[in-house]
């Protein structure tokens, strides 16, 4: 079939990635649109849309808004166009709408009309250091959920928290759980005797999820960002959240997660986790270390619960393995980790095998977060099972709220169209608002094998690799 595309930009147009993401999708569901991309210009937006076929115009910058069609026809064009500004125009007046009463300007604007409040910071990684300082100087709590924030902005938002005895979550804090109430990628689980810990956004997840189908619940998990546990930041924040979750009545046992941190940080945090009157148990990855599903049932075990096996869907039947290389195409940095150091451990260093963490600032600069937005790894999932290489490929999806609100939507029938075996980690609750077996049965159906474990798919992509040797 012939098709039509169209590629035009609108100078110093601009919205935010959530928003152009809801007009993409609005714009594809149109009769006779094939495909469509309403994005800015940015770097990495131009070369997706340069993988996808878009011719963009060499002089497309930042500040422009590219508007890409693939169309079933020229007559299908105008109608389409007609669908981008319609769709903007829908957005800017629920933005509008939203703003009835005027919004505050700043934080510190903010935090007056709500003194007691915990701020929220999303905003471009550039321009979040400004309003978390102002959070920091009231007094008060702050998760920064922006990425892309320079490592010397962390360190001087921390070590000023330090001096005041608050807490800053992040930078690219994705999840937390603060008195009950999710913030950011939260996943919907009852209250009970667990306090999390997180340098790792997913890895909390995976934690929420497997506790929650084992009946135990989490009433907070604080996130202090993915580089708190390095070399140059040495827990700042987790110290903080430790002493908290110590104080706290009602936490039994706490849990620290984390992707593989510095070692002469583990030892110190081990110190100081061993001076609290709280039990604290330690899930940090690393080579030799246990993987998080290891973690969770050693805190069963701790709380004296029973460890139950853990849901696996399989498909109908699997294509033939042909391949020999593992393709693990994330959203979660931490279960890519993770999933990385099992396939390590197992299949050697030097096998050609790949784990890409699409969550990674490199890959959202001017974008959604994967986990919201899904076209990036989309477009690598199709080129990967192309690749006569690829043996097997493994997936996670992650649900709760802020993600995407059916993420196997779209990919169910991108799975469909792979003939290698697909592996899928759903990583969430049966009270998420994706309705996890509704997405799990999507999947399957689809063709896909899935688990509730990332370390239990990695382990059976693994195993199905294997069949090949």
């Not at 149109?30 to 937006?45: F, H, I, K, R, S």
């Not at 935090?111 to 008060?140: I, K, N, Q, T, Y």
């Amino acid at each position: 079939m012939s098709t039509y595309s169209h590629v035009e930009l609108r100078p110093g147009a601009y919205a935010d990635s959530v928003t152009l993401l809801q007009v993409s999708r609005v714009v594809q569901g149109l009769d006779g649109v094939l495909a469509a991309q309403v994005a800015m210009a940015t770097p990495l937006n131009v070369d997706v849309l340069t993988e996808m076929g878009f011719e963009v115009p060499a002089q497309a910058g930042p500040n422009d808004l590219v508007v890409a069609l693939r169309l079933a026809g020229p007559d299908a064009l105008a109608p389409a166009l007609a669908g981008v500004d319609h769709a903007l125009r829908d957005a800017n007046r629920r933005e509008e709408g939203a703003t009835a009463i005027a919004a505050p300007r700043t934080t510190a604007a903010a935090l007056r009309r709500a003194p007691d409040a915990v701020a929220v910071v999303s905003v471009p990684g550039e321009h979040a250091f400004v309003e978390a300082m102002d959070a920091v100087d009231a007094g008060r709590d702050v998760m920064v959920f922006s990425d892309n924030v320079p490592l010397e902005q962390e360190l001087a938002l921390k070590r000023a928290a330090a001096e005041r005895g608050v807490l800053v979550m992040g930078p690219d804090c994705g999840t937390a759980v603060v008195g009950g109430l999710g913030l950011g990628f939260a996943n919907v689980v009852p209250p009970g005797p667990v306090g999390i810990v997180a340098a790792s956004g997913t890895g909390c997840q995976q934690l929420l999820a497997l506790l929650a189908h084992a009946g135990v619940g989490v009433t907070s998990a604080l996130g202090v960002g993915g580089r708190d546990l390095s070399a140059d930041v040495r827990g700042l924040a987790t110290r903080e959240a430790l002493r908290r979750l110590d104080e706290d009545p009602g936490v039994e046992l706490i849990v620290l997660v984390s992707k593989p941190p510095a070692p002469d940080v583990t030892a110190e945090i081990e110190a100081y986790a061993g001076g609290l009157s709280t039990p604290v148990e330690l899930a940090l990855l690393g080579p030799g270390r246990p993987d998080l599903t290891a973690a969770a049932e050693s805190v069963l075990r701790r709380l004296g619960r029973e460890v139950p096996s853990w849901p696996v869907d399989p498909p109908e039947s699997f294509g033939r393995v042909d391949g020999t290389v593992l393709r693990g195409l994330f959203v979660g940095g931490t279960l890519a980790s993770e999933a990385e150091l099992i396939a390590t451990e197992a299949l050697g260093a030097d096998g050609g095998h790949t784990f890409v963490d699409f969550g990674d600032d490199e890959y959202t600069t001017g974008r959604a977060h994967p986990m919201i937005d899904p076209s990036i790894r989309l477009e690598h999932l199709a080129r990967a099972a192309a690749h006569p290489a690829t043996g097997v490929l493994l997936l996670d999806v992650v649900l709760g709220h802020g993600a995407e609100p059916d993420p196997a939507a779209s990919l169910a029938p991108a799975i469909a169209r792979v003939e290698q075996p697909v592996v899928v980690a759903v990583v969430g609750t049966d009270g998420d608002p994706q309705g996890r077996d509704r997405q799990v049965r999507a999947l399957v159906e689809a063709g896909a094998e899935v688990h509730l474990s990332n370390a239990g798919a990695t382990r059976r992509a693994i195993e199905l690799l294997g069949g090949t040797r």
